[in-house]
């Protein structure tokens, strides 16, 4: 029975070992696989970055061999280059020496002639372009002196034209006043004689229609709608000023007929509504919006009746400011006339300035080519020095010690034969010191 008990101890021990050492077994096992799995990516990841730089070391080599071809083809480039620049320089040293022999020829005769010819050429420009520009300057004094007493002139008539205003204002309104009792019925004629007063006016003040003022021009507004303004000022700058003339004579006319005064008041109210009508009217129309035209923010209503205005400015003293609101000045005679002198004035002043400008622009011009003509005179200088230096040169070659009169000479003196009894200019004629040295 023990021995039963023995076997079967050593059979479960033998059992207990065996599964120990399976288990290690395993275990050594999987770490095998790991190992061998990780040197594997190693192999792999080494395989694939020696792919990759045996292709770069193939790109490089491709690089490499374009690189020689390119440098073969600036070698031969280089060389062909060297021989024709050598080529070249061998016929620049050609012709060189052939230009030498042949200026040494001609030089003494182009110079002469080029002299003479410049003398006289020079002068005769001088004289072409010296006369303009003298007549030029003395006009240029002349419309200078010009500008400066017509300045003082319009400065001087100004103050006169201003102080006569007055009393053609008087006059205009008395007039007007007695075209009014004559026209009371008439609101159409009444209207043509206010835009003819209006265009008097113009014209007196010294703008001239078609210019400086146009009349009943057809434009449209921000909205297509046709306007046509009375008058319409043209001012420097391309700007303008737009003028309407109105003429309410039924009410005022009858506020002076009667003597009653509840007539009278109601008269005068009609008279200033008749006005207010006007400014509504005219504020109505917004000329400021043309397109054509640049106007400043207001436009201007002219009375024509000056006392007409002041009676209805005195009795009813929010009118102007109410026509002010709509962007509309109240003027009568007095203040148009005096507005329109300033306008004059202004576009004067502008033509003065203009003219002044160009003569600026013209004395500049000719300050200009008067300068460029004397650049040219110091090239045409610098090119006869030079000249005259390469024909000194050129005969020094020829007289100088050694040079070719020399050798000339001692060709005569040895004998030689010429078909022409000819003797040499005096202005070559060289010293005789080396007669010593010739041949005998």
């Known amino acids: 029975m023990e021995i039963v008990y023995i076997i079967f101890g050593l059979a479960l021990g033998a059992g207990v070992m065996w599964f120990v050492l399976q288990a290690k077994s395993k275990n050594i096992l999987d770490a095998s696989e790991n190992e061998k799995q990780h040197w594997q990516d190693r192999q792999e990841q080494q395989q694939t970055a020696y792919d990759q730089l045996r292709t770069e070391l193939q790109s490089e080599r491709g690089k490499v061999e374009s690189l020689k071809e390119e440098r073969g ?18 016929e620049l040293e050609q012709l060189q020496e052939k230009f030498t022999k042949e200026f040494e020829l001609v030089a003494n005769r182009v110079m002469r002639q080029n002299t003479e010819v410049f003398n006289e050429h020079s002068k005769k420009n001088m004289t072409e372009i ?15 002196e010009t500008v400066h007493k017509e300045n003082i002139r ?10 006569g205003l007055k009393m053609l204002n008087e006059q205009m309104s008395k007039d007007a006043l007695h075209l009014a009792n004559a ?29 400086t003022y146009t009349t009943q021009s057809g434009m449209r507004d921000e909205e297509g709608n046709l ?29 002076y007929q009667t003597e009653a005064p509840e007539e009278k008041e109601r008269f005068l109210k009609g008279h200033i509504q008749s006005l207010r009508n006007h400014i509504r009217e005219l504020g109505g129309k ?64 502008e033509n003065l300035t203009r003219n002044v400008m160009e003569i600026s622009r013209q004395g500049g011009a000719m300050y200009d080519k008067f300068v460029s003509l004397l650049e040219d005179l110091s090239k045409i200088k610098s090119h006869l020095d030079k000249s005259l230096k390469a024909y000194e040169e050129v005969e020094k070659k020829i007289t100088g010690r050694g040079g070719v009169m020399t050798r000339i000479e001692q060709l005569r003196s040895l004998g030689a034969k010429t078909t022409k009894e000819r003797s040499i200019p005096q202005e070559f004629k060289i010293n005789t010191a080396d007669e010593n040295n010739l041949i005998p």
Request: no cysteine.
């Open 130 to 144: 010296l006369d303009p520009l003298k007549e030029k300057l003395k006009d240029f004094e002349q419309k200078v």
């Open 154 to 163: 319009q400065n001087s008539t100004l103050t006169e034209q201003i102080s």
């Open 286 to 349: 917004n000329y400021q919006a043309l397109y054509q035209i640049n106007t400043p923010d207001y436009v201007l209503m002219y009375v024509p009746i000056e006392p007409a205005l002041t009676l209805a400015m005195q009795h009813d003293r929010q009118l102007f400011d109410e026509a002010f609101s709509k962007r509309i000045l109240l003027v009568s005679s007095t203040t148009l006339m005096a507005t329109m002198k300033t306008v004059a004035f202004i576009w004067k002043q």
């Open 183 to 211: 026209l009371k019925g008439d609101s159409k004629t009444q209207g043509d004689w206010g835009e003819m007063q209006l265009e008097m006016i113009l014209e007196r003040s010294g703008l001239t229609k078609g210019v």
């Open 73 to 90: 083809k600036w070698v031969a480039s280089h060389e062909a280059l060297s021989e024709k620049l050598r080529e070249q320089k061998a």
């Open 227 to 255: 306007k046509k303004p009375d008058f319409i000022i043209n001012l420097p700058e391309d700007k303008h000023m737009v003028i309407d003339a109105k003429v309410s004579l039924s009410d005022y006319e009858r506020y």
